[in-house]
């Protein structure tokens, strides 16, 4: 279970606990759901309410919490999240209300490779000279050479105390 510190953000309060102060905590919780899309969606439908069994301590968690759970979603094959606000814990049991999902995109199809480039045909891997330092993102050779020429000037002139 962790505990995240949200610092300085305040936002509005949550609904009073019986403990008597409301929530303004967010935990993350693990849970052994597994489930379509369908039910998913059901699932994290904004104001749906639920009990859920988390594999964590549930020790410090109110009512007015907010929460995420982790679960698997069986139609893409990968993690779901719902986000939710505590109403009760009793144990590992948690009762929230739902306030939506964040899950993996859409599967895409698959490509193996492109027709051509730059005179290579098939699954095509970058080669020298294929893209320019500019492409992507990085230094020139002139870039880096000067760098290093004004560092080596600023630490030779530098250490002989002398300008430049």
Do not use: C
Request: hydrophobic share 40%; aromatic share 8%.
């Amino acid at each position: 279970m962790a505990e995240l510190d949200l610092g300085k953000v305040v936002g509005p309060q949550g609904i009073p606990g019986a403990k008597g102060a409301p929530g303004t905590s967010f935990w993350i919780f693990t849970t052994n759901y597994s489930a379509g899309q369908e039910t998913w969606n059901t699932w994290s439908e904004p104001g749906h309410r639920a009990s859920w069994t988390v594999n964590e301590s549930t020790a410090d968690v109110g009512a007015g919490d907010s929460v995420m759970y982790q679960g698997a979603n069986s139609s893409k094959n990968g993690h779901v999240f719902v986000l939710a606000t505590v109403v009760s814990v009793a144990g590992q049991e948690i009762t929230s209300i739902s306030k939506g999902m964040v899950e993996k995109g859409e599967q895409g199809d698959l490509v193996a490779g492109v027709a051509s480039f730059n005179g290579r045909g098939g699954a095509v891997s970058p080669a020298s000279g294929d893209y320019t330092a500019e492409m992507v993102g990085a230094a020139t050779m002139e870039q880096v050479n000067s760098a290093i020429k004004a560092a080596m000037q600023s630490a030779v002139l530098d250490s002989w105390g002398a300008s430049y």
